[in-house]
Nanobody, 126 residues
Framework: QLQVVESGGGLVQPGGSLRLSCAASGFTFNNYNIGWFRQAPGKEREGVSCASGYGGHRNYADSVKGRFTISRDDAKNTVTLQMNRLKPEDTAVYYC???????????????????WGQGTQVTVSS
C-alpha cells in the first residue's frame, strides 16, 4: 500500500528552524517525484518545494527560496524539508505528496500528486 507520512512539525519562534520529514512506502521511491505543500487557515493550498526522482531537479516557491532546502535519501525512502529563518507567514499545515506517474521534472502543482500524507502543523510565533 502506497503511503507517505510527515513528521517534524511544531512551534518555533520567528527566525528559528524546523526540519520536516516525509517517509514513503509501497512504491519504488527513487523513481518518483516528491513535493511539499502547505495550507494556512482560510487560504488555498500552496506548493512549497519538490524533488524529482531523477536528475536531482529541485523546485522552490519564491516565498521560500533561500530559506528552505529539500533533500532526498533514496536509500531510506525519505525526503526532508529544512526550513530556516522561519516567518509567521510560514505557519500552516505542511503536506508531503508523491507523484508516481513517472513524470520527469517535478513541479509544485498539486494536481500532479496522487498520494498525500495527513499533514503536520508548523506554527511560527513568539
Amino acid at each position: 500500500q502506497l503511503q507517505v507520512v510527515e513528521s517534524g512539525g511544531g512551534l518555533v519562534q520567528p527566525g528559528g528552524s524546523l526540519r520536516l520529514s516525509c517517509a514513503a512506502s509501497g512504491f519504488t521511491f527513487n523513481n518518483y517525484n516528491i513535493g511539499w505543500f502547505r495550507q494556512a487557515p482560510g487560504k488555498e493550498r500552496e506548493g512549497v518545494s519538490c524533488a524529482s526522482g531523477y536528475g536531482g531537479h529541485r523546485n522552490y516557491a519564491d516565498s521560500v527560496k533561500g530559506r528552505f532546502t529539500i533533500s532526498r535519501d533514496d536509500a531510506k525512502n525519505t525526503v526532508t524539508l529544512q526550513m530556516n529563518r522561519l516567518k509567521p507567514e510560514d505557519t500552516a499545515v505542511y503536506y508531503c505528496a508523491a507523484d508516481v506517474s513517472g513524470r520527469g521534472f517535478c513541479s509544485t502543482y498539486s494536481h500532479e500528486y496522487a498520494y498525500w500524507g495527513q499533514g503536520t502543523q508548523v506554527t511560527v510565533s513568539s
